[in-house]
């Protein structure tokens, strides 16, 4: 299983007081000690299931050139109007769709790209930590956005932390060209994916849905067949 190179610190940062406690248990009979171990093991075993990268469909198989893929596993909170919250209107300027994924503590966490084309526009603002699941986490938590182009099309996503991250990881910048469903960074625990696409794109999705990233098709321009 391939393991997301950020959660390296995390997984073996556990394994050391996990293997000395084991070590002294053994070493003395002591019982209680190599008990003691057990919970530092399994911290470890959790942190390699929430930084694991599982390969998806298109990584074998190219999406369709007007799908908009999910960018991350979860569970769909918004699908359609923009989510409107108590701060000034979350969505970018102009006229768009919303469609809003909520990530658990047991879902992959590695982000993908959920359309292709250039890279525009990077941003990124430090904020709060509420629960990623309220709306006003939308433009009060720490985020990064991301504007997409190919020719007339344009999709925006961001990435959102939760109450537990502290973190978020973005490995793209403006300049780059990202491919649909290719892997662009990684959020830290609860967080949550939101994605704009225009008005003549058609949200495929509704609330409450599981989504998984890079596989599943969140909206297609009408277009697209």
Request: hydrophobic share 40%; aromatic share 8%; with cysteine.
């Amino acid at each position: 299983m391939r393991i997301d190179p950020a959660g390296w610190p995390f997984i073996t940062g556990p394994l050391a007081p996990a293997a000395v406690l084991a070590a002294a248990g053994r070493a003395g009979g002591r019982r209680g000690l190599r008990m003691a171990a057990w919970p530092f093991a399994f911290l470890s075993a959790y942190m390699a299931l929430f930084f694991r990268d599982p390969d998806r469909r298109c990584d074998v198989q190219p999406p369709a050139p007007g799908d908009v893929l999910s960018p991350a596993d979860g569970m769909v909170m918004v699908a359609g109007e923009p989510q409107e919250g108590v701060a000034p209107e979350p969505a970018p300027e102009g006229g768009w769709q919303q469609v809003s994924v909520f990530l658990s503590v047991v879902d992959v966490h590695v982000n993908r790209s959920p359309y292709h084309g250039e890279v525009v526009e990077s941003t990124y603002r430090r904020g709060s930590f509420l629960a990623a699941y309220r709306k006003e986490s939308a433009h009060r938590n720490e985020r990064s956005e991301l504007w997409l182009r190919d020719g007339e099309r344009t999709v925006v996503f961001r990435q959102i932390v939760g109450v537990l991250a502290r973190r978020i990881v973005t490995r793209t910048g403006v300049g780059r060209q990202l491919a649909t469903g290719e892997r662009m960074g990684l959020m830290k625990f609860g967080s949550r994916m939101d994605v704009f696409v225009p008005r003549d794109c058609a949200v495929l999705v509704r609330v409450g849905q599981r989504v998984r990233g890079g596989e599943t098709v969140i909206a297609r321009w009408s277009d697209a067949g």
